[in-house]
């Protein structure tokens, strides 16, 4: 298995690419493997999918369980896995770089920083952590990045968090740009008008997640954009829970099994998992 700096090298190096690359979000080892085995170049992790796997909501995920997730992922294939790590379990600026130290001693080659204060009910009123505070946590995290070769990815929820201002995530991502990191991001983001718009503000790459009816696009049109990195998000995840959903209602409600005449069969899926 190649080391976690030889995996970020990689992972570095496919953002400085010809071309726009997608990283697929697994949500444990074996879709991990089926995933390398259909030739994506970079792995992703998801809060949520994580989150539905412990039978839980997203953002109910402890740092410790966040960790033991990713090694599991990491330890599945040879792919750099990049992890979302939400808020870095941590408010302050000294709490999220801890995260990220201890994130790339799990052999991650990158992870997120997102400037969401949280899921919580007393949020509502305040879903951002004040700009300021946002770029030092930023700041904090990308000075124990660049020392550990872990590529870190900023993201601005605005549009997630009911605050859907384009000058506002523009300005947040350009200083978090200007505050060490690697990578851009901003879910939700409206119509291509605004892809374009935010690619156009950044000298970094920019990562788009797909995975939002209505506001995902073809990978054709989000590189035109110029975006750098496609992710996927819960959408997976959420694509194979539908299919359980429908199969075990198919099951229950009518009494038939033609949900088995579309499976893989089992030496099939074998094929994948090695």
């Known amino acids: 298995m190649s080391s976690q700096r030889e995996k970020a090298a990689r992972f570095r190096a496919l953002h400085e690419g010809p071309r726009a690359f997608l990283i697929a979000n697994a949500w444990d080892a074996g879709s991990a493997r089926i995933l390398a085995g259909l030739g994506f170049p970079a792995l992703a992790t998801s809060s949520g999918a ?14 410790d369980e966040c960790f033991a997730h990713v090694r599991l992922i990491c330890a599945a294939t040879d792919l750099p896995v990049s992890a979302d790590l939400e808020k870095c379990f941590a408010d302050s600026p000294q709490g999220a770089a801890e995260t990220i130290r201890l ?57 997630l968090r009911g605050k859907p201002d384009l000058d506002d995530t523009i300005r947040r991502l350009q200083a978090f740009e200007k505050a060490g990191a690697d990578v851009l991001m901003a879910p939700g983001l409206p119509d291509l008008a605004a892809v374009r718009a935010v690619c156009a503000a950044l000298s ?51 009494g038939t099994f033609g949900y088995l005449e579309r499976t893989l069969a089992t030496p099939d899926l074998n094929n994948y998992l090695g």
């Open 204 to 254: 970094r790459p920019f990562n788009f997640m797909a995975g939002i009816k209505g506001k995902s696009f073809s990978v054709a049109e989000l590189e035109a954009a110029g975006v750098r990195r496609i992710s996927l998000a819960t959408s997976l995840y959420r694509a194979a829970m539908t299919g359980l959903i429908d199969a075990a209602r198919e099951v229950k409600d009518k």
């Open 50 to 63: 994580s989150a539905g796997v412990l039978g839980r909501r997203d953002g109910k995920v402890t740092r």
């Open 103 to 159: 994130a790339a001693e799990t052999g991650l080659a990158g992870g997120s920083i997102e400037d969401a204060v949280g899921t919580n009910a007393g949020n509502r009123d305040k879903p951002l952590f004040d700009f300021n505070l946002a770029v030092e946590r930023v700041a904090a995290a990308a000075e124990v990045a660049k020392k550990a070769d872990f590529v870190l990815t900023a993201r601005a929820e605005t549009f």
